[in-house]
């Protein structure tokens, strides 16, 4: 598996730079199955044909999982329904708990989005605690995840008034937004229909 993501085959004219990305490709390979702490270093050895030898020398470290995911704050929206919005999964029996940091930030980007679809355009995520245990598995980190939310008021739409247009008429415009006065306030869907009606001047030439 390892050598599959080598890019620098036997017989290949040798660059240290492609070994250099080589070693990188390693480690994401390493970091995408939960190990957070893997360590690789590349060296070379000359040999008497003229040849070089590539050597990785890799140290891999305990697999970082998902032990639990619970929310503070949370109290519109269920902890269970929240849990379904995320990429991240508690490690059991069925599911692979994988911890990857980068998919945590999109997790975090996903909450955010489900209370703003549904008005709550204050919502912030104030902190995720991470609580770590390196004893209870001798093969794995457990990592205990605390979503701190703060969820704000639920806003409705009041409605939107179009100026300074000569060129597309307010009634064009407006139908660029699908939010009616009095609906939940959908951020995604205002956004959606803010960048409708400035492409309907790109569209056209007006690009300033």
Known sequence: ELLEKVTLKEG???????????ERALRDFYLEKGYAN???VSETKSNSDKSISLHFSVT???????????????KVIASKTLKKSMKLKEDTFFT??????STLEQDKAAIRSYYLERGYIDVSIENVIRET???????KTLVKLTFLIKEGEQYTYGGTTIQGNSIFSSEMLLGKIRLKEGDILNQNRFDEGFQAVADVYFENGYTS
């Open 133 to 139: 245990d390196t004893e209870s598995d001798k093969d």
């Open 38 to 40: 893997v360590k690789i």
């Open 96 to 101: 692979n708990g994988i911890f990857m940091e």
């Open 60 to 74: 891999e470290g305990k697999q970082t999982v998902v032990s639990s995911i619970e929310f503070q704050g949370n």
């Open 12 to 22: 290949d004219i040798y660059n240290d730079l492609k070994a250099r990305i080589d």
